[in-house]
């Protein structure tokens, strides 16, 4: 089983998005644009270099086009990786379409997915790379903000990358769970200051941690507004900071 972990994590494409990406965030804006015709904010946040952690609330899958669309920096996300194995040219338009949004697959359902993940981001932003992920660990089906979980800090904290706090807003209402296509309905992406949470103390503190975490997740409500559910998001494991939370040493919560 490790093995099979480690080879995973080797086999990962993880590179900076080149060509596709660009070419899909062409084609994707003027859609966007006329559509849902977006809020855009904070723009000017964001560090045009170096390794930067986009970390945001989490009301919908339309989220992960929503933020690559509206960033200024090319980022990548974690996904299941059935997205990229489909046949034909079904197939094809998948593993285009997420790779085109900076997309990296990870095998969900192995033993060692959790440690993968984080790898995977690891070796991102060790690169000078910018990493999406939602530290809720899966999306909100009530529309509340849950409590963060310390994979996002763990890897600001290991290595050196600024926190750029993302709130998402409206993307709930173009696809709503349950439907399979999305609907036209306006949205709004607001990029925070930016957070350097070192001032906390090393990533090998649990304490550490559940304090940046908590910076991050209060600077998410600021620009999200949302009503705070004061809880763990407790829907089926799925998300990829719950399976980078998997592997860390629990902390005192």
Same mark, same amino acid.
Not at 70 to 87: C, D, I, N, V, W
Not at 117 to 130: F, H, T, V
Not at 230 to 248: H, M
């Given at each position: 089983?490790?093995?099979?972990?480690?080879?995973?994590?080797?086999?990962?494409?993880?590179?900076?998005?080149?060509?596709?990406?660009?070419?899909?965030?062409?084609?994707?804006?003027?859609?966007?644009?006329?559509?849902?015709?977006?809020?855009?904010?904070?723009?000017?946040?964001?560090?045009?270099?170096?390794?930067?952690?986009?970390?945001?609330?989490?009301?919908?899958?339309?989220?992960?086009?929503?933020?690559?669309?509206?960033?200024?920096?090319?980022?990548?996300?974690?996904?299941?990786?059935?997205?990229?194995?489909?046949?034909?040219?079904?197939?094809?338009?998948?593993?285009?379409?997420?790779?085109?949004?900076?997309?990296?697959?990870?095998?969900?359902?192995?033993?060692? +997915? $959790? =440690? #993968?993940?984080?790898? /995977?981001?690891?070796?991102?932003?060790? *690169? @000078?790379? !910018?990493?999406?992920?939602?530290?809720?660990?899966?999306?909100?089906?009530?529309?509340?903000?849950?409590?963060?979980?310390?994979?996002?800090?763990?890897?600001?904290?290991?290595?050196?990358?600024?926190?750029?706090?993302?709130?998402?807003?409206?993307?709930?209402?173009?696809?709503?769970?349950?439907?399979?296509?999305?609907?036209?309905?306006?949205?709004?992406?607001?990029?925070?200051?930016?957070?350097?949470?070192?001032?906390?103390?090393?990533?090998?503190?649990?304490?550490?941690?559940?304090?940046?975490?908590?910076?991050?997740?209060?600077?998410?409500?600021?620009? +999200? $507004? =949302? #009503?705070?559910?004061? /809880?763990?998001?407790?829907?089926?494991? *799925? @998300?990829? !900071?719950?399976?980078?939370?998997?592997?860390?040493?629990?902390?005192?919560?």
């Amino acid at each position: 089983m490790a093995d099979d972990a480690e080879q995973g994590t080797a086999a990962l494409p993880i590179r900076r998005p080149g060509f596709v990406y660009a070419l899909g965030k062409v084609i994707l804006w003027p859609i966007v644009l006329l559509y849902f015709r977006p809020r855009i904010s904070g723009r000017g946040n964001v560090p045009r270099t170096g390794p930067v952690i986009f970390a945001s609330n989490h009301l919908s899958f339309i989220d992960s086009i929503a933020i690559p669309v509206a960033a200024p920096r090319r980022l990548q996300f974690m996904a299941k990786s059935h997205y990229f194995e489909g046949t034909g040219f079904r197939g094809a338009i998948s593993r285009w379409f997420f790779t085109a949004i900076g997309v990296v697959p990870v095998e969900r359902g192995a033993g060692g +997915s $959790g =440690q #993968e993940s984080l790898d /995977a981001g690891k070796r991102i932003l060790e *690169s @000078g790379g !910018a990493f999406a992920l939602y530290p809720e660990g899966t999306r909100s089906l009530d529309g509340r903000l849950y409590k963060g979980r310390t994979g996002v800090a763990f890897l600001a904290l290991t290595t050196g990358a600024i926190v750029v706090p993302v709130g998402v807003a409206g993307t709930d209402r173009i696809q709503p769970v349950g439907t399979r296509f999305p609907r036209p309905h306006r949205f709004s992406v607001s990029f925070g200051e930016p957070i350097d949470v070192s001032v906390h103390g090393p990533a090998s503190s649990g304490r550490a941690r559940r304090h940046a975490t908590d910076e991050i997740m209060a600077a998410i409500h600021a620009l +999200s $507004g =949302q #009503e705070l559910a004061g /809880a763990y998001n407790e829907a089926p494991q *799925s @998300g990829v !900071a719950r399976l980078v939370d998997r592997v860390l040493p629990r902390e005192r919560r």
